[in-house]
């Protein structure tokens, strides 16, 4: 059975109740059972944190020998040289998810540190670009 861990960074643990017009009014914790129910044959595991550390613990804890990792990294995709160091050190490929369009969006979210370390990038899509990433996972 293949492994793909998705990692949520900070403030996606208010999935559904922060900004609902743009992230939409779904908690992860009601999405998720519906994402894993479309792949039963896949252990989908989920972890969030909103402290940078623990996002890379979890990833180097993960990062050798799942299948792949789905990554929001939230605010810290445009701030954490730390991350993209992680992401690179990893076996698994890491797909980056935004759950908004970033491009449509202020400057500053324009650009992704953690990108380049990433295998791809998908934007836009509400939380449905957390499925279209494990297809891409799937597929690679």
């Known amino acids: 059975m293949k492994k793909i861990v998705i990692v949520n960074g900070p403030n996606l643990n208010l ?15 009601e999405y998720l059972p519906k994402l894993q129910a479309q792949y039963p044959e896949v252990e989908i595991s989920y972890y969030q944190s909103n402290v940078e550390g623990e996002l890379i613990d979890k990833l180097q ?6 299948d792949g990792i789905v990554l929001n990294a939230g605010a810290y995709t445009h701030t954490s040289v730390a991350l993209q ?3 690179r050190a990893l076996k698994s490929p890491v797909v980056e998810v935004h759950i908004s369009n970033v491009h449509q969006r202020e400057e500053f ?3 992704s540190l953690i990108a380049c370390a ?13 499925r279209l990433a494990v297809e891409a996972l799937l597929k690679a």
């Open 15 to 29: 999935l559904g109740r922060r900004e609902p017009g743009i992230y939409g009014r779904q908690s992860f914790e």
């Open 61 to 66: 804890e993960v990062g050798f020998e799942a």
């Open 85 to 87: 160091d992680c992401i």
């Open 109 to 111: 979210r324009h650009k």
């Open 118 to 130: 990433c295998r791809g990038v998908i934007c836009g899509f509400g939380l449905d670009s957390y």
